[in-house]
């Protein structure tokens, strides 16, 4: 019995074992109706799909193990795993027609290192311009498509990483970066492929041109678009406790009341962590999240709708209480103390502003532009998002802008067969609601932060601000991690033998004879003898003198001149983000983490949103907007804004800068306040606070009182008064207001003193002897610095090379015309027996229309004499300098003088008491003269 027993017990333990090991593995379960151990075959799971099986059933699980998550599934083949494998060649889009490429993600599991693509052709048809309009996108066989867009962050971290793509011709690789790669495989779904919009793949970046066109589509991109799909990155225990925050503010039974226990404090910081993302932070976001219909937000394996996370935000923005209890509950304990200061910034975040903006935008609205802001308006009140080409900060608006178009301006070849829709914008851009802004990622930066500033200068509604811009942070700096290095020789030479010009290869192939006819019709200018002359003349000033032709073969071994391909840095009257008053950076402390704080003080011009100017100095002054003359001489290395104004006063004595918004004790013996115990100087508390109370208008009388009360309580022995711990814990309501708007004013800033006895504030890179003044266009005086006065030889350098540009500028209209009259040519000859009826209508049209600018002509010309009676010419900001030099000129009793040896620096905007209302009225009064300023 006893021996008989140990087959029987080895049996048992066998089978013990056995079904163990099955009900480990999956392969056993019981049956709910008869209670019986069945065995079935295991279903096929992906890993996402068990991940998510283990997440719905343990949370405590999934919230321990959110920030390891396996080091399968974190795997990715890197650019050495590829090498067997060739670089993908792109294919160029058709040029007629709104083409894009789509990715189709093939299906894999996340533990999965390889990911496998292809690259389709896809294209919008019956689809208006406006991105809010109805259309479809087909495949080039006319299968209709669906696809998602996706919205991340490209960071600065390169592309090691790479993804198998599939075509006819095999498999080849493409770099991509790992935080790319990584949401490709969080998106991949286990059984289905998945087609996606990804910027960074689906464009090819070293193509200037199809980036230019890409770009100009992104709207309809993301309009059309399914679903917008968020990529926050990978997660970790801070982004899980924080999405299931958001859920439980947004949940029905929780809303309208916020979590403020003591536990609830870790929960705040990680929601105040996870809306500092670096995706948060991204420009081209405003765009994708405003245009999406549906966007999901991915954090890892965690998921939230964005229309949730809106409105958690959106609650804590509008709810007092929240904000309070926040404040609150941060404050208490030692161990996140450091933190309070976050909640003071809560709204200067950038998913705060992003929420906010796009609240105001809607994929919808473009059908009614007016209802959108300016590109004015969004470009310089985004200022704390960041771009990694730093034309973005311009482009990523144009679409969603009330007053602009993305325009991608084709090659001469293309001008012949664009859309109609492109026809009515190169043609008559009003029909659109907007007026048409050029992209082009090859034009140097410089350049097109001119072209930004003068579209502002001719859409204000007030002459008066068309110059604001100047004092308003915008412009990023070059990055050494930007996409595009501009103006590389090879690059740059692509995009000279490709843009349309007089003797372009479409051109040259027609008879010099039929030219020469057109011009001869056209304006007489150029006599047909004289074609050789001007060729080389053309070539030498359009930048393309070349050292050989282009052969039969195609093959061009042309060079680009050296004067073309240099990049000259941002000249001063381009204003920095740098000076921008909110951004992410460094706080000292226990957590010291990258959050957003305040690094220097408001903007004194205020928005551009705004109904009423903050001040007035320029009150006044005349600004013809269309007239703000700029003057680039690559070749001498400046880059010159002209504009007229007064030289109201200079700077004698300046004050160490303020840190932090703290009040150095040095400025009040600057102020001539020694007496702390009796009442300040009223210019010294005005200059404080510039003037300006907590809701932009006049500073209230109590602010003396509370600027006395702040010093007392601070005590006689400090260097500086530290302004945030009134802030963050002074009981009373009227000092805490007081030391806000004194941060507001004084941060990075300077107390200066004129050499009329004048207090103010000024830029922190301000030196006595710096000139204060007022510019026509500006509502703010400025500070500027004259330079080192310019030599005989500059002056005759600076002619020459105005000459030459003036000349270039008549070829390239005369190009212009040209090619309008090819395009006019093709679209009669399209028309086919309607052509003579058409031609009828359209010299109809053209007699009616030269009527009427006829009409201007004579109006224009009328106003012009009158204004030369009183001595005042408003074209003289683009006479030549001669005339400047020979002859100064008088409007009623002021006199306009014109230094051409002068260049000037802009240090930034100023507040000087006395000078910021009308200050052109004390400039006549005290018999200034007016001058016109060049500024570098």
Not at 90 to 113: F, K, V
Not at 264 to 289: A, C, G, T
Not at 360 to 372: I, V
Not at 757 to 774: E, H, K, M, S, T
Request: hydrophobic share 40%; charged share 25%; proline share 5%.
């Amino acid at each position: 019995m006893g021996e008989s027993s140990l087959p029987s017990t080895s049996l048992v333990v066998f089978f013990t074992l056995w079904t163990a090991s099955l009900v480990t593995v999956g392969l056993l379960f019981k049956d709910s109706a008869s209670g019986a151990v069945k065995i079935e075959q295991p279903p096929e799971v992906s890993g996402s799909a068990a991940n998510e099986k283990n997440r719905n059933t343990d949370a405590k699980s999934q919230k321990s193990k959110a920030g390891s998550p396996t080091s399968r599934d974190n795997e990715i083949e890197s650019a050495e795993d590829l090498d067997n494998l060739l670089p993908y060649k792109y294919a160029s889009l058709p040029p007629i027609g709104r083409w894009i490429r789509l990715l189709r993600l093939n299906a894999g599991r996340l533990n999965n290192p390889e990911i496998t693509c292809e690259l389709l052709d896809a294209r919008f048809t019956n689809q208006p311009f406006r991105a809010g309009s109805l259309g479809t996108i087909e495949t080039a066989d006319g299968v209709p498509l669906e696809y998602e867009a996706l919205s991340w962050c490209w960071g600065v971290d390169g592309r090691n990483f790479g993804i198998r793509v599939r075509s006819v011709n095999g498999t080849s690789w493409l770099p991509v970066s790992r935080t790319l790669a990584l949401s490709l495989k969080r998106l991949r779904k286990p059984h289905k492929d998945r087609l996606l919009w990804i910027d960074s793949i689906c464009i090819n970046q070293a193509d200037h041109d199809e980036r230019n066109r890409q770009v100009q589509l992104m709207s309809l991109i993301y309009s059309k678009a399914s679903q917008v799909c968020i990529w926050l990155g990978e997660a970790d225990a801070d982004s899980t406790t924080a999405i299931q925050l958001v859920k439980e503010l947004t949940a029905s039974e929780y809303l309208g009341s916020v979590p403020s226990s003591a536990g609830d404090k870790p929960r705040w910081e990680s929601l105040l962590l996870l809306m500092q993302r670096p995706w948060f932070s991204r420009r081209w976001v405003v765009q994708e999240i405003a245009l999406a219909r549906q966007a999901t937000i991915h954090c890892g394996p965690d998921r939230l709708a964005w229309a949730d996370f809106a409105v958690a935000v959106q609650l804590i923005l509008d709810t007092e209480k929240a904000v309070q209890a926040m404040s609150n509950i941060i404050r208490t304990g030692s161990d996140l103390a450091d933190v309070s200061s976050w909640i003071q910034y809560f709204s200067a975040l950038g998913a705060s502003l992003l929420v906010q903006e796009t609240g105001n935008l809607s994929w919808a609205h473009l059908d009614d532009r007016s209802l959108l802001p300016s590109l004015e308006h969004l470009v310089s009140s985004l200022s704390s998002f960041q771009v990694t080409e730093p034309r973005d900060a311009v482009y990523s608006m144009l679409a969603i802008a009330g007053d602009s178009i993305p325009y991608s301006n084709h090659s001469a070849e293309s001008t012949l067969t664009r859309t109609p829709e492109e026809l009515i914008m190169s043609a008559v851009p009003e029909l659109l609601g907007g007026t048409p802004f050029i992209i082009d990622y090859s034009r140097p930066y410089a350049d097109v932060c001119e072209d930004f500033i003068t579209f502002c200068a001719a859409k204000t509604s007030d002459p008066s601000r068309a110059l604001d811009i100047l004092c308003r942070p915008w412009a990023h700096a070059p990055s050494p991690n930007a996409t595009i290095v501009a103006h590389e020789k090879l690059a740059q030479h692509k995009r000279l033998q490709n843009r349309p010009r007089l003797f372009s290869r479409s051109v040259s192939r027609r008879s010099e004879g039929e030219l020469a006819k057109y011009f001869a019709r056209a304006a007489k200018v150029v006599p047909s003898d004289h074609w050789a002359w001007l060729r080389h003349t053309s070539d030498l000033l359009l930048g393309m003198n070349q050292s050989s032709t282009v052969g039969d073969n195609g093959e061009d071994s042309s060079k680009v001149s050296d004067e073309e391909a240099v990049e000259l840095g941002l000249p001063s009257w381009v204003c920095q983000v740098s000076g921008a008053a909110f951004a992410l950076f460094y706080h000292p402390g226990k957590h010291s983490r990258m959050r957003m704080g305040r690094k220097n003080a408001d903007s004194l011009v205020g928005s551009a949103a705004a109904a009423q100017p903050r001040y007035s100095a320029s009150r006044g002054m005349k600004l013809d907007p269309k007239r703000v003359r700029f003057q680039k001489r690559t070749a001498l290395g400046h880059h010159s804004l002209y504009v007229w104004g007064y030289i109201l006063d200079a700077v004698q004595d300046i004050g160490e800068p303020s840190r932090s918004g703290d009040i150095p004790t040095s400025w009040l013996k600057l102020a001539g306040w020694t007496d702390t115990a009796s009442d300040p100087p009223e210019s010294l508390w005005r200059a404080l606070v510039a003037n300006r109370g907590r809701a932009g208008g006049i500073a209230p009388e109590y602010y003396a009182a509370a600027l006395r009360e702040v010093v007392k309580r601070s005590g006689s022995h400090v260097t500086v008064i530290i302004t945030s711990s009134f802030t963050h814990s002074e009981v009373s309501p009227i000092l805490a207001e007081f030391c806000r708007r004194v941060q507001a004013s004084i941060t990075n800033r300077r107390l200066i003193r004129t050499k009329s006895g004048r207090l103010g504030l000024a830029n922190p890179d301000v030196q006595p002897g710096d000139l204060i003044c007022v510019l026509a266009g500006c509502t703010v005086p400025v500070a500027l610095r004259c330079g080192v006065k310019k030599t005989g030889l500059e002056m005759h350098e600076e002619g020459l090379v105005d000459g030459l540009q003036a000349f270039k500028k008549c070829l390239v209209r005369l190009e212009e015309a040209y090619i309008r009259r090819l395009r006019y040519q093709a679209y009669i000859k399209a028309q086919g027996e309607r052509g003579d009826a058409v031609i009828t209508e359209i010299r109809e049209r053209t007699l009616e229309i030269n009527k009427q600018l006829r009409n201007r002509t004579i109006l224009r010309e009328e106003q012009r004499g009158r204004e030369r009676e009183m001595g005042f010419d408003i074209r003289i900001e683009g006479r030549a300098q001669e005339y400047w030099a020979s002859r100064p000129y008088h409007y009623g009793e002021e006199t306009r003088v014109e230094d051409i040896q002068s260049f000037y620096t802009m240090i930034g905007e100023a507040y000087v008491e006395g000078y910021m209302e009308q200050a052109s009225r004390f400039a006549r009064a005290n018999g200034l003269p007016a001058r016109r300023f060049e500024i570098r």
